[in-house]
Structure formats: C-alpha cells, structure tokens
Nanobody
C-alpha cells in the first residue's frame, strides 16, 4: 500500500514563499513519477477542476504549468523518499489545496490528502 503524505502548507502574504514536502512509503520511491496538483476554492468535488502544476520523473525531468513556471520548483530526494515544491513569489491565485501524487508504472496514481495553501493579498 503506497502512502503519500503532504506537509508544509499554511498562510503566507503575497510575494512570500512556502516549501511543500511530500513523503512516500510503501513503494520504491526512486521509480515513481511524482506530481503536484492543486484545487482552487469552490471546486471541491474529487477529480473536478484540479490542475497539474508540476511533475518530476524518476530521471529528474520536470514539467511546470504556465501559471507557476519560473516561480515554483519541484525537486526530489530519493534518499529521503520525499519530493518538494518550492513556491516563490506567491500570488492570491495560488490559494488552493495542494495534492501530491505518486504515479507508479505510468498508470497508477496514489493521492495524498492535500495541504492548504492560502495567500493573502
């Protein structure tokens, strides 16, 4: 059973920074593709209006969505079974629940419970 646990969310002023962490257990972490999704307020139904914002493969290749490119950085520490999302220059529109997802064998996704990030303007 793969378990995914996010931490590091909170309240921050616009222009500030936060670093989210996501630890994984129950699988060989180094082979997983790790993803960060977010769901903005008002879109609470599972699977609805969630936005993929960053992705890092087992080989270290990264992807960023346009809204976060240049401000967010995804990284992984395979020795700690942890992926990070460094978020800089935060904006009010970054307010959302942030979910970490472990993708195994390219098709099976394991979701964390999410961590709230609130950016005050």
């Amino acid at each position: 059973q793969v378990q995914v646990v996010e931490s590091g969310g909170g309240l921050v002023q616009a222009g500030g920074s936060l670093r989210l962490s996501c630890s994984v257990s129950g699988s060989s972490f180094s082979i997983l593709t790790m993803r960060w999704w977010r769901q903005a307020p008002g879109h609470q139904a599972p699977g609805h209006q969630r936005e993929l914002i960053a992705d890092i493969t087992s080989g270290g290749d990264t992807y960023y969505s346009d809204p976060v490119k240049g401000r967010f950085t995804i990284s992984r520490d395979n020795a700690k079974d942890t992926v990070y999302l460094q978020m800089n220059s935060l904006k009010a529109e970054d307010t959302a629940v942030y979910y970490c997802v472990a993708r195994k064998e390219g098709v099976v996704d394991y979701w964390g419970h999410g961590t709230q990030v609130t950016v005050s303007s």
